[in-house]
């Protein structure tokens, strides 16, 4: 090992431990000063748990109180007996690298003493367990790059604002807590993983069981959020006007990332040529590579507003932001969405298509396209009916699958310039976790290297599928793309 990986073994050693300190000396003291901690174990059911004290290092079972028991909110008589600090497992990509933590602590609590003989204090033994997502340190240039200040606001505005107005809103994880100052930001959510929660164990091409499933779940936010943009307006105008459009507000993409996108969509155009050459006309692939050459142009036609169709979307929506739940058998059960930080107002289609580009597979995608799109479609309708209390016949005309399969075949290119850029990631994943701005620090002709050969045989294939897929529904809908 040379002296340069020695130095950057240091810096993210010293990295964790900073992180590590900050958590234990600055959040969690706050946490209990503003009497967060108390209130979080108040949505525990009660439950066995093993503290090892540190009196006698003996492992001792302890039962945690229910939310029916009275609480004592004074925050000086907690005592924390132990914090436990672990990494969450980053697959391919992400801006920065959120970590579990559990808390075990100590409280007294009032006890009425029978025969009217007054109140006792009892202590009780509880604990919290909690994802925190921070920013890194990093340099200020870089730090509004990222747009890291839009990106926790969009998200704070989510558990607040909208989550809240769901029908499935306990489903998902609590918000405990969000900072935001100069270059740092932070939130403070519900570890859902201690119900079950988890991604699926595919990075890409999910299963159909899997794909429907996440449909089914993003179908239901989309009727629900054109339900709220129908009969209540102005609350939808006031959520949606404090989202900020966190990957286009500063008028440009970072180098970097730009260089990916850009030479992603040459992979895709090359691995049409090479595979199957006489599936496309030389017209469609120039039309293609001119609509996408500025990758921050074609994200801003595609992102813009379209009334009446535009609502609140994820803005993410793929594998890596979506969690389930297995029966015994290892089979998806139950979905939730998570990762709020690139909600923004816009088609919804910009959703399904991101969704089925990177995380299903050609077979999957294009052989069960109408089986999943009429899945969608009805689980949408159905939801928008039942939260207006109308029938299917009061459903308003710019909700067909006509009108949407447009806008799904518009959306297409921006989710192909995506996927060129992010699965050669997923298809030969990064040798160990870390967050996406380790890649920043690579040079322009590696970055190509990268992105035109990472992946193999294999995501050429399916680049190549996916150009040829967009051809077909670009034939069959005549979409004009200026």
């Known amino acids: 090992m040379d002296a340069s990986s020695n130095q950057t073994d240091n810096i993210e050693n010293n990295q964790e431990l900073l992180n590590d300190t900050w958590i234990k000396d600055y959040l969690i003291p706050k946490l209990i000063h503003d009497g967060k901690i108390l209130n979080m174990t108040k949505t525990h059911q009660s439950k066995n748990i093993n503290v090892n004290r540190s009196d006698n290092n003996e492992s001792t079972s302890i039962c945690c109180l229910d939310e029916n028991i009275p609480r004592n909110d004074n925050h000086n008589q907690i005592q924390v007996i132990s914090v436990n600090i672990k990494p969450v497992s980053i697959d391919g990509f992400m801006l920065s690298a959120p970590c579990k933590v559990e808390i075990e602590y100590s409280y007294q609590n009032d006890v009425e003493k029978s025969n009217d003989e007054g109140k006792s204090q009892q202590v009780v033994f509880d604990k ?8 890194p340190n990093i340099p200020k240039d870089v730090y509004i790059g990222c747009q890291f200040d839009f990106l926790f606001q969009n ?34 959510l519900e570890d859902f993983s201690q119900y079950g929660w988890r991604s699926a164990r595919q990075l890409y091409n999910l299963p159909l069981q899997h794909i429907l499933l996440a449909v089914k779940e993003i179908a239901i936010f989309h009727g629900e959020m054109f339900a709220l943009k129908s009969s ?27 260089t990916k996108l850009v030479t992603g969509r040459l992979r895709a155009v090359k691995a049409v040529k090479d595979k199957s050459p006489d599936k496309i006309p030389d017209e469609f692939l120039e039309m293609f590579l001119e609509y996408t050459k500025d990758p921050y142009s074609c994200f801003k036609k595609q992102y813009e507003p379209k009334e009446p169709l535009a609502i609140i979307i994820h803005g993410d929506y793929l594998r890596n ?63 928008y009916c039942s939260k207006l209390n109308i029938g299917q016949d009061e459903i308003p005309s710019y909700i067909t699958p006509d009108v949407l399969l447009r806008d799904y075949v518009f959306c297409f290119p921006s989710s192909i310039l995506i996927a060129a850029s ?15 701005l380790e890649s920043l620090e690579l040079s322009r002709d590696t970055i190509i290297k990268e992105t035109m050969e990472r992946g193999g045989d294999s995501l050429d294939i399916e680049l190549h599928h996916l ?5 077909t529904l670009y034939e069959k809908f005549k979409i004009e793309f200026n």
């Not at 992010?422 to 996406?436: A, N, S």
């Not at 150009?467 to 051809?471: G, R």
């Open 321 to 383: 932001n979506i969690a389930f739940q297995f029966n015994e058998k290892e089979q998806p059960i139950d979905v939730m969405m998570f990762d709020f930080q690139t909600m923004r107002y816009a088609s919804p289609m910009l959703d399904l298509s991101l969704l089925l580009v990177l995380s299903a597979s050609h077979d999957v995608r294009f052989q069960n396209f109408d089986q999943i799109f009429d899945f969608y479609y009805q689980t949408l309708t159905k939801t």
């Open 155 to 188: 998200e704070l505005i989510a558990y607040t604002e909208i989550i809240p107005l769901l029908s499935q809103a306990k489903k998902y994880p609590r918000f405990y807590y969000s900072e935001r100052k100069e270059l740092s930001a932070v939130c403070v």
């Open 128 to 135: 919290v367990n909690l994802i925190i997502k921070k920013t």
């Open 467 to 471: 150009l040829v897929e967009f051809y």
């Open 422 to 436: 992010f699965l050669p990631l997923l298809y030969t994943p990064i040798e160990k976790d870390g967050p996406v």
């Open 232 to 258: 209540n307006l102005k609350q939808f105008n006031k959520i949606a006007s404090q989202l900020k459009e966190a990957r286009l507000a500063n008028g440009f993409i970072v180098d970097e990332y730009n």
